[in-house]
Antibody, heavy 122, light 111 residues
Framework: EVQLVESGGVVVQPGGSLRLSCAAS????????MHWVRQAPGKGLEWVSL????????YYADSVRGRFTISRDNSKNSLYLQMNSLRTEDTALYYC???????????????WGQGTLVTVSS | HSVLTQPPSASGTPGQRVTISCSGS????????VHWYQQLPGTAPKLLIY???QRPSGVPDRFSGSKSGTSASLAISGLQSEDEADYYC????????????FGGGTKLTVL
């Protein structure tokens, strides 16, 4: 059974930094591209970033490009999101998610974690 | 605002058939397949329909998807109370907006 467990969400001040982690199990992690998707309180889903199975290719939403960095450690079956220069509008539940098909497929997502809450507030 | 446009709400009575629309453009729905996610209250999203009209294992055949031009639809037949949830369409986008775009979500109420 696929399991994705996010961690690292806390309350942080505007301008601060944070690193989110996602521990994966139940599938061959290094075969699959992975994504981060966020959901602000009471709002819809917003795509954040994706990384290819080998980490060679990354994409970012305009709203986070230049501030967030996605990475992965296949030896640890882990996905990360380094978040810098945080803004109040980054407050959200952050989900990591797995792509449905392995290899060079980047989309769609078929398994999601339960999310970790990031609150940016002074 | 979202790149893909969905009605904010929809409703139906048990047993009814309801449809949820998703409007996009040539760079997303017009060129690529559409996927639908169901988010029950307090839970993570779940893949409901992929590649426009394919159901993952375990998803009832009451759920179906279709696409025409730059618009897509999710249909739910034989509506049940447990279908009350938020529904999101999503697609790959070939423009600078992308690469992944979601609709704003539709809250389905079973009356």
């Amino acid at each position: 059974e696929v399991q994705l467990v996010e961690s690292g969400g806390v309350v942080v001040q505007p301008g601060g930094s944070l690193r989110l982690s996602c521990a994966a199990s139940g599938f061959t992690f290094d075969d699959y591209a992975m994504h981060w998707v966020r959901q602000a309180p009471g709002k819809g889903l917003e795509w954040v970033s994706l990384i290819s199975w080998n980490g060679a290719t990354t994409y970012y939403a305009d709203s986070v490009r230049g501030r967030f960095t996605i990475s992965r450690d296949n030896s640890k079956n882990s996905l990360y999101l380094q978040m810098n220069s945080l803004r109040t509008e980054d407050t959200a539940l952050y989900y990591c998610a797995k792509v449905r098909v392995g290899g060079y497929y980047y989309w769609p997502l078929d398994s999601w974690g339960q999310g970790t809450l990031v609150t940016v507030s002074s | 605002h979202s790149v893909l446009t969905q009605p904010p709400s929809a409703s139906g009575t048990p047993g009814q058939r309801v449809t949820i629309s998703c409007s996009g453009s040539t760079s997303n729905i017009g060129t690529n397949t559409v996927h639908w996610y169901q988010q029950l209250p307090g839970t993570a999203p779940k893949l409901l329909i992929y590649s426009t009209n394919q159901r993952p294992s375990g998803v009832p055949d009451r759920f179906s998807g279709s696409k025409s031009g730059t618009s897509a639809s999710l249909a739910i037949s034989g509506l049940q109370s447990e279908d009350e949830a938020d529904y999101y369409c999503a697609a790959w986008d070939d423009s600078l907006t992308g690469p992944v775009v979601f609709g704003g979500g539709t809250k389905l109420t079973v009356l």
